[in-house]
T-cell receptor, first 111, second 114 residues
Framework: KNEVEQSPQNLTAQEGEFITINCSYS?????LHWLQQHPGGGIVSLFM???GKKKHGRLIATINIQEKHSSLHITASHPRDSAVYIC?????????????FGKGTKLSVKP | DSGVTQTPKHLITATGQRVTLRCSPR?????VYWYQQSLDQGLQFLIQ???????AKGNILERFSAQQFPDLHSELNLSSLELGDSALYFC?????????????FGPGTRLTVL
């Protein structure tokens, strides 16, 4: 079983729809990272969360540490949101940190 | 443009060879991270350096090594290359020492091992 599970793997939406991408993890973590990878391959860091909720523009990320679950929401989706969204969890083993990545959710937003 | 540069963009080499990938962080950033992205494994964290010192270590193979120089650029050395090392290698930089800080990713180096 993967330590970080994302769902769905693929998501197709119509422009304007509200989108939710989920990330569940099995290890005790210090923080969770949401990344966006564009079709050309470039990666952008969206959020780093250790508790609660963060908002940036049309993007909202939430985390529930007790339930070991995080969600990324996109409101009023747009074709330019089409990308792969990846969550990564940060945990500390010994004195060093380590990041474990999910496999990503591929989002396609149709006009 | 994140401000992080990586060279070369593409690299094609043969099994058994050794290559060096280079990363220049954003101006002012002291931490550099290396990641590998392959089709079957997805993204994997390799290693982090902060101001010249190794700070965190992930799934980095013994055949791979990295260092960060006094001018803060970093190099990832891959030796005894195997077909399975073919991947995109990203570096990222951040201001803080903590791996929880916002990271800025470079465009990646695509390595093909034939």
């Amino acid at each position: 079983k993967n330590e970080v599970e994302q769902s769905p793997q693929n998501l197709t939406a119509q422009e304007g729809e509200f989108i939710t991408i989920n990330c569940s993890y099995s290890v005790g973590i210090s923080a969770l990272h949401w990344l966006q990878q564009h079709p050309g391959g470039g990666i952008v860091s969206l959020f780093m969360l250790s508790s609660g909720k963060k908002k940036h523009g049309r993007l909202i990320a939430t985390i529930n540490i007790q339930e070991k679950h995080s969600s990324l929401h996109i409101t009023a989706s747009h074709p330019r949101d089409s990308a792969v969204y990846i969550c990564a969890v940060l945990y500390y083993g010994g004195s060093q940190g380590n990041l474990i990545f999910g496999k990503g959710t591929k989002l396609s937003v149709k006009p | 443009d994140s401000g992080v540069t990586q060279t070369p963009k593409h690299l094609i080499t043969a099994t058994g060879q050794r290559v060096t990938l280079r990363c220049s962080p954003r101006s002012g950033d002291l931490s550099v991270y290396w990641y590998q992205q392959s089709l079957d494994q997805g993204l994997q964290f390799l290693i982090q350096y902060y101001n010249g010192e190794e700070r965190a270590k992930g799934n980095i193979l013994e055949r791979f090594s990295a260092q960060q120089f006094p001018d803060l650029h970093s190099e990832l050395n891959l030796s005894s290359l195997e077909l399975g090392d073919s991947a995109l290698y990203f570096c990222a930089s951040s201001l803080l020492t903590s791996i929880t800080g916002t990271q800025y990713f470079g465009p990646g180096t695509r390595l093909t091992v034939l």
